[in-house]
């Protein structure tokens, strides 16, 4: 089993829909819990980032984790043209700076 | 404007050849990293280093090599012993802490073997 998983979609909805992106994982060492959006041709760019269970808000977006499920997602409220990108999670579990996993991508399509 | 800087943005590569990546930062962070990302693959750790002269191998160092001789910089060479090195290539910066380290990327280098 893979320590971090992701749909990698490809996800297409309407404008103005909630978008819900997963990412399910293996390893409760897992202590803190970000979001990256992707262009295309682009580096990621950090949107959210948690550590408790739980919900935590920034304008149109949710990051929720539920550790005793090992779950996390991130919801896109109103969703635009814009938010059509590839939604990375990623996890630290602790230790060594280079203990980061990321996910494999959930690419978006908002369609107007 | 801080931030992390990747050139060159596109590079060919002939076969047997080496190439360097250069990445620089002006956020002050003390970590640096080199990712590969393959459609497909997700992002892949290459190297990073927690301090200056000081690094560590990631998950696929194989065929790669960097050095650390300035907090700034992180250049990364693809030497002739990467076997498939098309790819895209991202540095990235974070402060080292020992509650969770949020990572910067920079825009990427596209790297192409002809």
């Known amino acids: 089993q893979k320590e971090v998983e992701q749909d990698p979609g490809p996800l297409s909805v309407p404008e103005g829909a909630i978008v819900s992106l997963n990412c399910t994982y293996s390893n409760s060492a897992f202590q803190y819990f970000m979001w990256y959006r992707q262009y295309s041709r682009k580096g990621p760019e950090l949107l959210m980032y948690t550590y408790s269970s739980g919900n935590k808000e920034d304008g149109r977006f949710t990051a929720q984790v539920d550790k005793s499920s090992k779950y996390i997602s991130l919801f896109i409220r109103d969703s635009q043209p814009s938010d059509s990108a590839t939604y990375l999670c990623?996890?630290?579990?602790?230790?060594?700076?280079?203990?980061?996993?990321f996910g494999k991508g959930t690419k978006l399509s908002v369609k107007p | 404007d801080g931030g992390i800087t990747q050139s060159p943005k596109y590079l060919f590569r002939k076969e047997g050849q080496n190439v360097t990546l250069s990445c620089e930062q002006n956020l002050n962070h003390d970590a640096m990293y080199w990712y590969r990302q393959d459609p497909g693959q997700g992002l892949r750790l290459i190297y990073y280093?927690?301090?200056?002269?000081?690094?560590q191998k990631g998950d696929i160092a194989e065929g790669y090599s960097v050095s650390r001789e300035k907090k700034e910089s992180f250049p990364l060479t693809v030497t002739s012993a990467q076997k498939n090195p098309t790819a895209f290539y991202l540095c990235?910066?974070?402060?080292?802490?020992?509650?969770?380290?949020?990572?910067?990327f920079g825009e990427g280098s596209w790297l192409t073997v002809v």
């Open positions: 990623a996890m630290w579990r602790g230790g060594s700076q280079g203990n980061l996993i």
């Open positions: 280093s927690q301090i200056v002269n000081d690094f």
């Open positions: 990235a910066s974070s402060i080292v802490r020992g509650s969770g380290n949020t990572i910067y």
